[in-house]
């Protein structure tokens, strides 16, 4: 059985992933910068839906080494989450190659009950599937891979690595750039769930902001979600 968990940014897409039967959101904000931190308004729309909300905590674009300042930052994100209803956080930090323990093993403490999933950080480290049981041992429950590349279908050797290096032990969700097209090839690696965004381009109008030069913005498609959870849900959904 296979879960399905979908990201999105906004009010919207907390609707889409109600009509569409999302198991999990994961609520962000920025979902062009791999996904920030959303602010308390998004999270108290999202835990009011019906369904479990696991808030990405990144105070910051880039990579995922951060100072103590940062470490800090997301510990109080996690209380401010769990706080306001989360089902769980995600998170994720680094150090010297290797998933940062100091700061993983704060954050489950800070959730309490709450569940932990470690994000995409697992795919930079060096030791993915030694990674992925030190996790385990912290407490944490998943972890988001897209199996070492950049998209989860062309990572698919190294799920299937993961997944047997878990050997149950702890939830391994496949995610980056997973689509109707590639879905299947994906949950064929005998992942625990299934990550996706089912992100479309939608002109704007008016002034672009930013160094990205382009008023359009990403915005959560509905018949993709639809399409993906239909096509994780043959393979049975799990919450």
């Not at 905590?57 to 930052?73: K, L, S």
């Not at 940062?100 to 930079?124: N, Q």
Request: net charge negative; charged share 25%; aromatic share 2%.
């Amino acid at each position: 059985m296979v879960a399905f968990e979908l990201a999105i940014q906004d009010g919207a897409g907390v609707d889409v992933a109600v009509r569409t039967g999302a198991d999990r959101i994961e609520l962000c904000s920025a979902l062009a910068l791999g996904g920030l931190t959303p602010s308390a308004g998004l999270i108290e729309r999202a835990v009011g839906a019906g369904v479990p909300v696991h808030v990405l905590i990144r105070p910051r674009a880039g990579d995922f080494d951060f100072d103590a300042d940062g470490r800090r930052m997301i510990v109080r994100d996690v209380r401010w989450a769990c706080d306001a209803g989360a089902a769980g956080v995600v998170v994720g930090g680094t150090r010297g190659g290797r998933i940062d323990a100091d700061l993983v093993r704060a954050v489950v403490a800070e959730a309490e009950d709450r569940e932990v999933t470690f994000h995409r950080a697992l795919d930079v480290v060096a030791d993915p599937s030694g990674a992925l049981i030190e996790l385990a041992q912290l407490g944490v429950r998943r972890v988001l891979t897209s199996g070492g590349a950049d998209r989860a279908a062309d990572g698919r050797a190294g799920l299937t690595r993961l997944v047997r290096a878990a050997a149950g032990a702890i939830e391994v969700m496949a995610g980056g750039g997973v689509t109707r097209a590639n879905v299947a090839s994906v949950m064929a690696t005998g992942v625990d769930a299934i990550h996706a965004s089912a992100k479309a381009l939608r002109a704007g109008a008016g002034l672009a902001l930013g160094s990205a030069g382009d008023a359009a913005r990403e915005v959560t498609d509905e018949d993709e979600a639809a399409t993906l959870r239909r096509l994780v849900g043959r393979a049975g959904a799990r919450p």
